[in-house]
């Protein structure tokens, strides 16, 4: 350990580092202290910060709790209550003023208000105590009106009063009395300046920069409520950007709250901590500038600073003085070892070469002169990489000299296991190195020696095993998967990934001759990934290396080796694919099936030179064996599929003789019968079961020498058809046939089995009779038919044509038969026709009689006319015939059009149709009554129609129908019943349907379903009883609250103008503004009284207007010229009067016509300031309308408001705020009155310039 101590600080290397050590361990403790001691500052701070802005707020809430108190005692003392009070009735009582002022100066002097304000109910300023303001501020009287009409405190908060032009904060009371009304208010005024500023900017420790701030929101600013410390004059005026993310005022009004560090006012980096000031919208931020914060910390950072360099410094020289008296000891010893190191590098048997820092070469032992080609003397001062040229095995790149790496790294650097040295001469030898740094005493590597050893004999062993070993893995690898794998495709890419995963190939594929396009398609590819977004397979197809080795093997059917590609003559001219980079040498190897090349095999090696002998061996059997599956697979898959062709044909041959419909046989030539089908024993008799052994056909010919003449022919002729004969069944009865036989004869062509079919004609002999018979009962059928009967052979030519075809088409038989059936077809349904009797050919089928078809004929006259077709097939040894039966449909066609409209006009109504009999049996319903009633058309067609009546309904109601109808309809409402049992009203009535002969015959009846009509009638009914209560109610509570109401009106309107006049000599000004208003309140009250009843007499229709002839201009217009021309002139406007007509008469109601113009003048007058008011009456079209235009220039309406103008109580001035006594009701009478009187009425108006009303209504005579 001491030794390992003493070498340690004998390197300056060491020092160095010890010395570094020492010094980041100070600063290190240094820094991790002035960290602590800055956290435990800015904690400090923080702390500090939060506790101050707690403290203010709840030095503000206390004391705004204090004042509402003082409000709250105020607005419920009693003494101070009535001591006001009784000062309001007498204010001219000099002591009661005293009183009050005195009341007022305790509040003042004692509460620390700054003035103490009395204050009437409507915000006017009585008394004072402590200014001598003589009005409010907009803002206080604003605030006085709200706190009365609470009727508790309210605050202003802080404003600038206009009146002193001072920052001020009021609490106003109410002052409520016994009767809970309140009788004034008290304005309690409070200086900011001198009571609420100095406790928000008191800082509790001394501070440079630290202040709280008081702050609202207001629209997109923030507005500073105190004084600030550094600047001056700002109190409700300076204001910051709400969208300044820095500011800690911005940051407080968007809801944060806590410590955040930002830029205040003056743009300075501060910390503050923010916070919201319970019911109220004001915020708090308490803040310090971060300079003031942390000067501290930056005088602890310098002597903590200066500190840790005393320490590392002193360190320093320590370690220096060390390392000096160590480092004679270590040169001491460097001489003794250099000889011995000299000896060592000569005699050892690998190769050493020794170079200085700079990598130049200073020694070079033997083993390494004979390898690199130079000598000691050649190489000294030279370049390690000069002399010691090394590259790597597989890529012939280049390797970074190993000086270099040493060098670098400092320490022991082994080279790659491929590792190429060429010497001097261009020879190669595999080598194994290392190389170690050279170090001084002091541990500074002064250079470097490489060691190396000659492997050229052992990595070519090495090599040649590994790659026999890749190909026998290889081999045995695609003999496994031929066994395992049936699918080509999966073969191939097994093959394949197995070439490069166990052949350790660097790329492997198989391509397969196309034989429709005779190109090398690929089929199999590893080794090599997709690129450039296109598949392997892909990039191996655009290959012209890889086509180039494969068309060569496919050609010469032999395996094509090229052992070097980059210099390979005949590729220089193919581009070097990026993903043959690293391919030094590569194969193809035909795959060879039936003796021809199919495919090739082809790989791609790593290094040049790859295949040997040995390895081409085990290849070319490698596709041999892929050759030798492709042609197993191949002579498999014939086998399989001629296997299963030929079961398939033994199975369908099977099928066919078991259920062949001929007797089938084999026998041999004695009679024996061998086989035979279940017809054979159908036709003869015999039990399926029974042996054939049992069974000779000898036995089943009538005449035995008939045999002998089939065994003849077919001895002759082979085979025999058609033969016709007489045979003899189990039950011996005799049959007819006609019997088929072929010889089977042997080697020697005798004749040894017979095998052939025996087909029953009896039952045809049978009907050859029977149809010779009937031919001639239908002969004489046919012509005594009235319909068409026509037969025409497959050409369509007819053969036959009986009577009633000669009626219905007027040709005779002798005209039309041998002729071509379209001279009775119209030309444009001939194909159509021939058509279906193609199709009808086809089916084969004789069994069409009674399916008939409708077409189209023309008789002789060319006249065209419905008809109906049947046809049947029928077959003779001429040929295939067709045998119509047409029947002329033209009555019955326009009889069923009829019935069809009918049918289909009462199928598609909505209302439920029914057709009954006359004794009331169903016949027909439509789909709107099956869906009703919710039966089925099968469960009503035949049934009564009582099935769908309640059973408490009487006959009679049925019977009554009846008749009722016949005599010309029936209608009423009936109850019917559903299919659940449900019962619903209906509406029904009834027609009755007569045949040709005017005969009643049934019954048509169109119900609808009235349930929801008869429950919104009775809806209604309730509806207008409930209404006609309501209307009768309201009317009588109009009619009385217009009594209630006129009538004192009446009377205080009266006593009014009394009083006024009693003392119209004492009145001042203001008293008879008094009376004015009095006198124009009551006027307007009954006006609306008169507006709302006229409205709701309109609405209800409990108005009886009386029709007469009017005079427009006489009785109308110039009588609302004198009712309003004072009111006129008093406002100072103009009234026109323009009268084109002498007369004008309309047919109206007087009141109501009256009452539209009354209104119409009330708006322009209410609405007019200044200017003028125009009437003008006129006639148009030619004297039948008349005319009248009311305009004004008033303030006009906007255009959304004269959208919904007629509407009743719509104003367009809405509010407390509006500017315009009324109700809304005018417009919306004028509207109903015109449409009482037949008047149309239209509006033009502009906002600003005024409106015009035009009224249209018919003139008479």
């Known amino acids: 350990m001491k030794n390992r101590g003493e070498q340690f600080l004998s390197k300056k290397i060491h020092i160095l580092f010890l010395s570094i050590f020492i010094g980041l361990l100070f600063i290190s403790g240094g820094y991790l202290y002035y960290n602590y001691s800055a956290q435990r500052l800015r904690t400090d701070k923080e702390n500090d910060l939060k506790a101050i802005a707690d403290l203010k707020i709840d030095q503000f809430v206390q004391w705004h709790k204090e004042r509402m108190t003082d409000a709250m005692v105020l607005s419920k003392s009693r003494l101070v209550v009535k001591t006001i009070k009784e000062w309001l009735r007498n204010k001219t009582d000099l002591k009661l003023t005293s009183d009050v002022e005195d009341l007022l100066s305790k509040q003042h002097v004692y509460d620390e208000y700054r003035s103490v304000f009395l204050s009437s109910t409507a915000g006017k300023l009585l008394l004072s105590s402590g200014s001598s303001m003589s009005n409010f501020d907009s803002t206080t009287s604003a605030k006085i009106i709200e706190s009365v009409k609470n009727s508790r405190p309210e605050f202003t908060g802080f404003y600038f009063c206009r009146t002193e032009n001072k920052i001020h904060y009021d609490i106003v009371t109410p002052l409520i009395d016994e009767k809970n009304r309140v009788v004034a208010a008290i304005v309690l005024r409070v200086d900011p300046e001198n009571y609420i500023y100095p406790r928000i900017q008191s800082w509790p420790t001394p501070s440079r920069t630290a202040e709280t701030l008081l702050i609202r929101k207001e629209g997109n600013k923030i507005l500073f409520l105190n004084e600030l410390r550094h600047k001056k004059n700002t109190a409700l005026k300076l204001a910051g950007e709400l969208s300044n993310n820095d500011l800690p005022a911005a940051q407080a009004v968007r809801g944060v709250t806590g410590i955040f560090y930002g830029k205040d006012y003056r743009n300075v980096d501060v910390i503050s901590y923010l916070s919201s000031i319970p019911n109220t919208r004001w915020f708090i931020v308490s803040k310090m500038d971060t300079d003031e914060i942390f000067s501290e910390l930056n005088y602890r950072g310098i002597v903590i600073a200066l500190f840790v360099f005393i320490l590392i410094v002193t360190a320093a020289f320590g370690l220096t003085w060390i390392y000096q008296t160590r480092q004679s000891i270590l040169y001491k010893k460097l001489w003794e070892t250099q000889a011995e190191f000299e000896t060592i590098l000569r005699s050892i048997g690998d190769g050493v070469i020794t170079t200085d820092r700079k990598g130049y070469i200073q020694f070079m032992n033997p083993v390494a002169e004979k390898l690199t080609g130079w000598n000691l003397y050649e190489s000294k001062d030279h370049l390690l990489k000069e002399v010691f040229s090394i590259i790597n095995e597989e890529s012939g790149d280049v390797i970074q000299n190993p000086v270099e790496k040493v060098l670098r790294k400092g320490r022991v650097v082994g080279l790659s296991n491929h590792t190429i040295l060429v010497s001097r001469e261009g020879k190669e030898f595999h080598i194994a190195d290392s190389g170690a740094p050279i170090k001084n005493e002091t541990g500074e590597t002064i250079g470097v020696v490489l060691a190396f050893k000659d492997q050229t004999k052992e990595w070519e062993a090495k090599q040649e095993i590994i790659r026999l070993n890749s190909v026998y893995a290889v081999l045995s690898n695609t003999n496994q998967a031929i066994v395992r794998i049936k699918d080509n495709s999966k073969l191939f890419n097994e093959i394949c990934r197995t070439a490069v995963v166990d052949g350790k190939f660097k790329i492997a594929w198989i391509g397969m001759l196309n034989r429709e396009s005779g190109e090398m398609e690929v089929a199999a590819t590893a080794g090599i990934e997709a690129m450039h977004g296109e598949s392997a397979e892909k990039n191996i197809s655009k290959c012209e290396h890889c086509h180039f080795i494969s068309n060569m093997a496919f050609k010469t059917s032999k395996h094509y080796i090229i052992e070097d590609l980059e210099h390979h003559s005949q590729l220089s001219k193919f581009k070097m694919e990026p993903y043959l980079k690293g391919c030094g040498s590569s194969a193809s190897f035909p795959i060879i099936v039936f003796g021809k090349p199919v495919g090739t095999f082809n790989i791609f090696a790593a290094g040049h030179n790859y295949f040997r002998k040995d390895e081409q ?564 079209e030619d004297g039948r309308i008349i005319l009248v235009t009311i305009n004004d220039t008033g303030i006009g309406m906007s255009e959304e408001f004269m959208k919904m103008m007629y509407s009743p109580f719509t104003q367009e001035d809405r509010g407390y705020s509006r500017r315009y006594e009324g109700n809304g009701l005018g417009l919306s009478l004028v509207k109903k009155y015109c449409d009482l009187n037949n008047i149309a009425i239209e509006v033009e108006s502009k906002k600003g310039i005024g409106s015009q009303f035009t009224l249209m209504m018919n003139c008479v005579d």
């Open 617 to 1180: 061996h085990l290849l070319d059997e490698m596709a041999g064996d892929i050759g030798f599956a492709l042609e197993f697979a191949e002579t498999e898959r014939i086998r399989r599929i001629s296997e299963a062709e030929l079961l398939k044909s033994r199975d369908e041959l099977k099928d066919y003789f078991e259920n062949d419909i001929s007797a089938d046989y084999v026998a041999d030539i004695e009679g024996k019968l061998l086989n035979c089908n279940n017809a054979f024993y159908n036709l003869f008799g015999y039990e399926k079961d029974i042996q054939l052994e049992n069974i000779n056909i000898r036995r089943l010919f009538k005449n035995p020498e008939g045999r002998e003449i089939l065994i003849e022919k077919v001895r002759t002729d082979r085979r025999v058809e058609n033969l016709e004969m007489d045979f003899i069944t189990k039950d011996n009865n005799v049959i007819n046939a006609l019997i088929h036989a072929t010889g089977i004869f042997d080697a020697k062509d005798v004749l040894v089995q017979l095998r052939g079919y025996i087909v029953d004609i009896s039952a045809l002999k049978k009907a050859e009779q029977v149809l010779r018979e009937s031919e001639e009962r239908f002969r004489s059928i046919t012509n005594s038919a009235n319909d068409a009967i026509i037969t025409a052979d497959h050409k369509g030519i007819i053969t036959d044509w009986n009577l009633g075809a000669e009626k219905i088409f007027g040709y005779t038989s002798d005209e039309i038969v041998g002729n071509d059936l379209t001279k009775i077809i119209p030309p444009i349904y001939v194909d159509e026709n021939f058509t279906g009797i193609g199709t009808l050919s086809n089916m084969g089928e004789p069994k069409l009689i009674g399916q008939t078809v409708e077409l189209t004929g023309i008789n002789k006259d060319g006249i065209e006319f419905p008809i109906e077709l049947s046809v049947a097939q029928w077959s003779t040894s001429k040929g295939v015939f067709f045998t119509g039966i047409i029947r002329n449909i033209t009555e019955r066609k326009l009889t069923e059009n009829e019935i069809n409209l009918l049918a289909n006009a009462l199928r598609s109504v909505n209302e439920c149709v029914s057709i009954t009999d006359m004794h009331d049996k169903i016949l027909f319903i439509n789909a709107a009554f099956t869906k009703t009633y919710g039966f089925s058309e099968d469960e009503l067609i035949g049934k009564q129609m009582e099935i769908v009546r309640p059973k408490y309904i009487p006959q009679e109601i049925g019977a009554e129908i009846l008749p009722t109808t016949i005599r010309g309809g029936w209608a009423g409402e009936l109850i019917n019943r559903r299919k659940d049992g449900s019962e619903f009203p209906i509406s029904l009535s009834t027609t009755v349907i007569r045949d040709k002969n005017e005969k009643a015959v049934a019954l048509i009846g169109i119900a609808s379903d009235i349930t929801k009509r008869k429950k919104a009638e009775k809806e209604l009914l309730d509806a207008k009883l409930k209404a006609e209560e309501s209307e009768k109610l309201k009317t009588e509570f109009l009619a009385q609250m217009s009594h209630e109401i006129r009538s004192p009106m009446h009377g205080v309107i009266s006593l009014a103008n009394l009083l006024r006049e009693d003392l119209k000599e004492n009145l001042t000004p203001e008293h008879l503004e008094f009376f004015d208003g009095i006198d124009s309140a009551g006027r307007r009250l009954i006006r609306t009284v008169d507006l709302i009843l006229n409205s709701s007499e309109l609405q209800v229709g409990s108005y009886k207007p009386q029709f007469t002839k009017i005079k427009l201009i006489e009785e109308i217009i110039e009588k609302i010229l004198i009712d309003y021309g004072i009111l006129i002139s008093g406002k100072g406007l103009e009234i026109n009067f323009i009268r084109e007509v002498n007369e004008a008469k309309i047919f109206g109601d007087s009141y109501s016509v009256y009452q539209l113009f009354v209104n119409l003048m009330d708006n322009s007058i209410k609405f007019t300031h200044e200017g003028s008011i125009t009437i003008k009456v006129e006639k148009i």
